[in-house]
């Protein structure tokens, strides 16, 4: 009785224990495998040994076996059994000789594909596909496989025509066997798979790729698709085509998420820096060849630690988004706005005409970045500190650009926030004035007290509701406190002394005053003189 190996490798002297260990790294199938070096060593083995696979390794000119006396060796006693031809000495030229003797495939030099792939189609549930003709039935243990089989498996003849589609191909297509059966195979094609067709009759080898096809209803799906000869029986031509399609819908979403969070701001949905550093790259190409101009901003919230610290960072990502929304409304469609990271955002400006249109555009972010932010019911007040440069004025590179609108935006920061200022300008310009003249001012400059006395004089008789003092810088709070208890103390004397002598009690009424609910008599007290003594 005959001993039975999973496959058979045919080297030459040269081939090593080592070179046998990497070709069983590279493909499961060849755990088992047994090694012949000679011909006799390759006629013992076919006598007392059955196998289910052979692989050539062709790695050196002067092999000891020829590939091709080999495979006629070995279809002598299994004209069906797969033979794979590989190694780094195997030309494109010898593939195409060997399948057209019978080879069921084989891995030239400049082929892309690796060994385990090569084996896989070699020995797949559609391997008998190949091998039989098209006027050949199948058996009944080859058509449970392929109706058993998950992936869409079908035939295509000579003629482009669709044969012997699995149950599978069916449910992927939309199509029933009987509709598929003579209808041309290019009718599905939505893109990739003629070329595909060409590439395996060009070659006479199997190939794959991603393709699109067309379902019944006239949808499209992206597909895998593995596309091997049917070799003719007797003979060096093929007779079609076998075609392996797997729907790839889920993974290509899956692709396309993972691409969208590696570019973009999970919590504002803002390009992230990665894609602002390839937009930039873009638009500064374009700027470079219509001789435009460009602007970079750099804007930061400015006491926004505040807010996460008082009301806690729910409230603080709320702020963000909103932020993200506001910021979007004052640019157009061809510009972006990016979170960085924090309360850090950039925007690039398209085609600016001069330098006061992009001071026009953070004019317009700030303002609406001082609008008060609602957030359960509680009004929050912010403001924005923006920093200005223009391509090709303030540098010609991504890095210069924003590196130079970072550093005006510090210089906002350290003249008292709230502003924009264009690099290299000697002052900032402050934002709209609407919280200084609302008494929400954070922007305030500590050395305005009249000006900090009014604003907080008329936000109490107005009655406008204050942000939180933890809002406040910690002097500008101390400033605010003096001063309202300045005023409060300053209006109670000036009402003490502007009474009439009606409005005292003497000291007989308050003694009385004292006694009305029966208590104990207290000291009489002197009547309390009207004026002043001397």
Not at 118 to 130: C, D, E, K, S, W
Not at 165 to 174: I, K, Y
Not at 397 to 408: K, P, R
Request: aromatic share 6%.
């Amino acid at each position: 009785m005959r001993a039975v190996t999973r496959s058979l490798i045919i080297g030459d002297a040269g081939f090593s224990a080592a070179d046998l260990a990497d070709l069983q790294r590279n493909a499961e199938h060849l755990a088992d495998a047994a090694v012949v070096r000679t011909r006799a060593a390759l006629e013992q083995f076919l006598r007392q040994s059955q196998f289910l696979l052979v692989v050539h390794v062709c790695s050196s000119h002067k092999t000891a076996i020829p590939p091709a006396e080999a495979m006629k060796a070995v279809f002598r006693l299994c004209r069906e059994v797969p033979y794979v031809a590989v190694g780094e000495n195997l030309t494109a030229a010898q593939a195409v000789d060997l399948i057209k003797a019978g080879a069921i495939d084989c891995l030239a030099v400049n082929d892309q594909r690796s060994l385990a792939d090569v084996i896989r189609n070699a020995i797949g549930p559609y391997r008998h596909l190949r091998l039989v003709p098209k006027t050949a039935p199948l058996t009944p243990s080859q058509e449970q496989v392929l109706r058993a089989l998950g992936e869409g498996v079908a035939v295509i003849d000579r003629d482009l025509r669709f044969q012997s589609p699995n149950p599978a191909f069916e449910t992927l297509t939309g199509y029933t066997a009987e509709e598929l059966s003579g209808a041309p195979a290019l009718n599905l094609d939505g893109g990739g798979l003629k070329r595909q067709l060409e590439i395996c009759k060009q070659q006479l080898a199997g190939c794959r790729g991603e393709v699109t096809l067309r379902r019944k209803d006239g949808s499209k799906f992206p597909a895998w698709v593995v596309v091997s000869p049917v070799p003719s029986a007797g003979s060096r031509d093929f007779d079609g085509y076998a075609v392996l399609v797997s729907d790839i819908t889920a993974r290509k979403e899956q692709e396309a998420e993972f691409k969208r969070l590696a570019s973009f701001d999970s919590l504002t949905q803002l390009p992230n820096r990665d894609l602002l550093q390839d937009r930039m790259a873009q638009v500064l190409a374009n700027a470079k060849r219509n001789r435009t101009r460009v602007a970079a901003m750099f804007v930061d919230l400015d006491h926004f630690k505040y807010v996460n610290d008082t009301w806690g960072h729910a409230r603080g990502d709320a702020i963000l988004i909103e932020t993200a929304n506001r910021m979007q409304a004052c640019v157009r469609e061809s510009d972006t706005v990016a979170r960085i990271g924090g309360d850090e955002f950039a925007v690039i400006v398209t085609d600016v005409s001069e330098d006061r249109a992009a001071e026009k555009v953070a004019a317009k972010i700030a303002g609406a970045l001082e609008r008060p932010f609602l957030c359960d019911g509680v009004a929050n007040y912010l403001s924005a500190s923006i920093g200005i440069a223009i391509y090709p004025l303030h540098g010609v590179s991504a890095e210069t650009l924003f590196a130079n609108a970072d550093a005006a935006m510090y210089e906002v920061k350290r003249n008292g926030r709230r502003g924009y200022r264009l690099f290299g300008d000697t002052a900032a310009v402050s934002a709209t004035g609407t919280m200084q003249d609302q008494g929400r001012g954070l922007g305030v400059n500590r050395g305005q007290a009249s000006s900090l006395s009014r604003t907080v004089a008329e936000a109490v008789s107005k009655k406008i509701i204050l942000p939180p003092l933890p809002l406040f810088p910690a002097g500008l709070a101390m400033a605010c406190i003096v001063v309202l208890f300045g005023w409060l103390f300053t209006t109670g004397m000036v009402n003490f002394h502007l009474a009439s002598p009606d409005d005292f009690m003497s000291g007989a009424e308050m003694n009385s005053f004292g006694t009305a609910s029966g208590g104990e008599q207290m000291e009489i007290l002197p009547d309390i003189p009207l004026e002043p003594s001397k």
